[in-house]
């Protein structure tokens, strides 16, 4: 028993056209709202037990509970029904076409893939009929692509009732994650002299003093981070992202402030990158004694370091074979996910998902029958862990 092709392209085609497109992202963006009242209605029509939650006014979370008929554990599939927008789309991204074994269109990978094969994954196991020695949690979360209050809020609430996770996240490669890297937005503020420029004196040049950051910030990313990445997490994330500075032509800029991206790789945390910085500011301070810097930590996202997981990893790794001839390897990953915040809040958490390509690009694809094949790959693990066999009370 397994989902049909047509019922998978129904129901992603069917989201995909409902805009979802995160408002912290986007200011303006749809948000949630309409793609939360789909899938809570069509998992209730499953008789699951499915209510919204406001994380923000007019952006739920969907929880959609299946009991078992007997007690057992708690095992949450989670994804996240927000998306980003789609300027750089010519005008298909909410109109998914099917190409072959691929379909397009916004967010159909990252994350509606996810949310649909969560959600196929658990039509066939009321349709099979299993019974469950526990239950299955099926979490749709608000604003992933935005800062995850949606997951920090499903985190807060609930932890207590979940055992084990499977964050759903789209990925290329047949890979189970059991780790990855953490990361911040630090912004680094340099403060200069402002006076007119025809007083070199009195004025200090932010810019210039900013200049000094950004070299010495390059040389340590090709030094140390570049050459040295984590077995399985890879090189450690470092990347500029935004700067500003200065007032006008005619005058010394009174600050610069430059905005960038880190990673941590597990057993790090962000201080420790704060901690380098301020030894570059040391280090120009040397050579520009008026230099000034200080850094502001925007967000700050501690790694993933799955623990407790075993259970979750055999059976998962088992269905994978199962389904796909080969057993997908188990490594980490040099991004970050919401895998984080299950794993900070105790629950045992890996990272999967179906294959696609192009995530926030245009173009976005989703591979139609490795949909189906995760829906079935999940369904397994849910009968792995929590199927009921005789003996059960
Ligand atoms: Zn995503």
């Given at each position: 028993?397994?989902?049909?092709?047509?019922?998978?392209?129904?129901?992603?085609?069917?989201?995909?056209?409902?805009?979802?497109?995160?408002?912290?992202?986007?200011?303006?963006?749809?948000?949630?709202?309409?793609?939360?009242?789909?899938?809570?209605?069509?998992?209730?029509?499953?008789?699951?037990?499915?209510?919204?939650?406001?994380?923000?006014?007019?952006?739920?979370?969907?929880?959609?509970?299946?009991?078992?008929?007997?007690?057992?554990?708690?095992?949450?599939?989670?994804?996240?029904?927000?998306?980003?927008?789609?300027?750089?789309?010519a005008d298909s991204a909410?109109?998914?076409?099917?190409?072959?074994?691929?379909?397009?269109?916004?967010?159909?990978?990252?994350?509606?893939?996810?949310?649909?094969?969560?959600?196929?994954?658990?039509?066939?196991?009321?349709?099979?009929?299993?019974?469950?020695?526990?239950?299955?949690?099926?979490?749709?979360?608000?604003?992933?692509?935005?800062?995850?209050?949606?997951?920090?809020?499903?985190?807060?609430?609930?932890?207590?009732?979940?055992?084990?996770?499977?964050?759903?996240?789209?990925?290329?490669?047949?890979?189970?994650?059991?780790?990855?890297?953490?990361?911040?937005?630090?912004?680094?503020?340099?403060?200069?002299?402002?006076?007119?420029?025809?007083?070199?004196?009195?004025?200090?040049?932010?810019?210039?003093?900013?200049?000094?950051?950004?070299?010495?910030?390059?040389?340590?990313?090709?030094?140390?981070?570049?050459?040295?990445?984590d077995p399985k997490n890879?090189?450690?994330?470092?990347?500029?992202?935004?700067?500003?500075?200065?007032?006008?032509?005619?005058?010394?800029?009174?600050?610069?402030?430059?905005?960038?991206?880190?990673?941590?790789?597990?057993?790090?945390?962000?201080?420790?990158?704060?901690?380098?910085?301020?030894?570059?500011?040391?280090?120009?301070?040397?050579?520009?004694?008026?230099?000034?810097?200080?850094?502001?930590?925007?967000?700050?996202?501690?790694?993933?370091?799955?623990?407790?997981?075993?259970?979750?990893?055999?059976?998962?790794?088992?269905?994978?074979?199962?389904?796909?001839?080969?057993?997908?390897?188990?490594?980490?990953?040099?991004?970050?996910?919401?895998?984080?915040?299950?794993?900070?809040?105790?629950?045992?958490?890996?990272?999967?998902?179906?294959?696609?390509?192009?995530?926030?690009?245009?173009?976005?694809?989703?591979?139609?029958?490795?949909?189906?094949?995760?829906?079935?790959?999940?369904?397994?693990?849910?009968?792995?862990?929590?199927?009921?066999?005789?003996?059960?009370?």
């Amino acid at each position: 028993m397994t989902v049909t092709r047509e019922e998978a392209i129904e129901l992603l085609e069917a989201m995909v056209r409902i805009d979802s497109v995160t408002p912290w992202l986007i200011p303006g963006g749809a948000g949630e709202g309409d793609i939360a009242r789909f899938t809570r209605d069509w998992l209730a029509d499953l008789g699951l037990e499915a209510t919204l939650e406001e994380v923000e006014p007019g952006r739920p979370n969907v929880m959609a509970w299946l009991r078992g008929s007997a007690p057992g554990p708690t095992i949450c599939l989670s994804a996240h029904s927000d998306t980003v927008g789609y300027a750089n789309w010519a005008d298909s991204a909410l109109h998914p076409v099917v190409e072959g074994d691929r379909m397009i269109g916004l967010g159909v990978a990252d994350d509606k893939g996810g949310c649909a094969a969560a959600m196929l994954a658990v039509r066939e196991l009321v349709r099979s009929g299993t019974e469950l020695a526990g239950n299955v949690l099926v979490a749709l979360v608000i604003d992933e692509e935005g800062v995850s209050i949606g997951t920090e809020h499903l985190v807060a609430h609930h932890a207590a009732e979940i055992d084990l996770a499977i964050n759903l996240e789209p990925d290329g490669s047949h890979t189970i994650y059991g780790e990855h890297q953490g990361f911040g937005w630090i912004d680094i503020v340099v403060h200069g002299e402002p006076a007119h420029g025809s007083a070199p004196d009195k004025g200090v040049d932010a810019i210039v003093h900013m200049a000094e950051v950004v070299t010495r910030l390059h040389r340590l990313d090709e030094t140390r981070w570049k050459p040295n990445p984590d077995p399985k997490n890879g090189r450690t994330v470092f990347h500029t992202g935004t700067i500003r500075g200065g007032t006008d032509y005619a005058t010394y800029p009174n600050q610069a402030v430059l905005g960038i991206e880190i990673g941590t790789q597990p057993g790090e945390s962000l201080a420790d990158r704060v901690a380098e910085i301020e030894t570059i500011f040391a280090e120009v301070t040397e050579s520009e004694p008026r230099f000034r810097g200080e850094v502001v930590v925007r967000l700050d996202r501690d790694p993933f370091t799955g623990a407790g997981n075993e259970s979750l990893l055999s059976a998962l790794g088992d269905a994978t074979e199962a389904v796909n001839g080969v057993r997908s390897p188990v490594t980490g990953l040099n991004a970050w996910t919401d895998a984080a915040l299950f794993q900070s809040a105790g629950i045992p958490t890996v990272l999967f998902g179906p294959e696609g390509g192009n995530y926030h690009a245009a173009q976005e694809w989703v591979s139609i029958p490795d949909m189906i094949a995760t829906a079935e790959i999940l369904r397994q693990t849910l009968v792995t862990l929590i199927g009921r066999k005789d003996g059960d009370s």
